[in-house]
């Protein structure tokens, strides 16, 4: 297999976890969602706990686009 398509072969599955992350920050908010119309009075405090899953899932997507660009610019 030529090199450069190796590299963009990688490049392309690195960043199917941009994908992953956003499908993960819709579960967490979807059932945040879900659990504060069942009790809105827990609302309150699960509310920083749905941000710092959606933070998490989101640098995780943010490491593989990360790996995508340098597969893609740096290493030659």
């Known amino acids: 297999m030529d090199p450069v398509s190796a590299k963009y072969i ?6 199917i976890g941009m994908g ?16 504060a119309l069942r009790n809105p009075s827990a609302s309150d405090s699960q509310f920083g706990r ?14 593989a686009f990360l790996v995508a660009i340098l597969l893609l610019f740096v290493i030659k």
């Open 10 to 15: 990688g490049a392309g599955l690195a960043a």
């Open 50 to 63: 749905a941000f710092i899953g959606a933070a998490l899932a989101e640098g995780l997507g943010i490491f």
């Open 20 to 35: 992953i992350a956003a499908i993960g920050v819709g579960v967490i908010f979807g059932n945040f969602l879900s659990g």
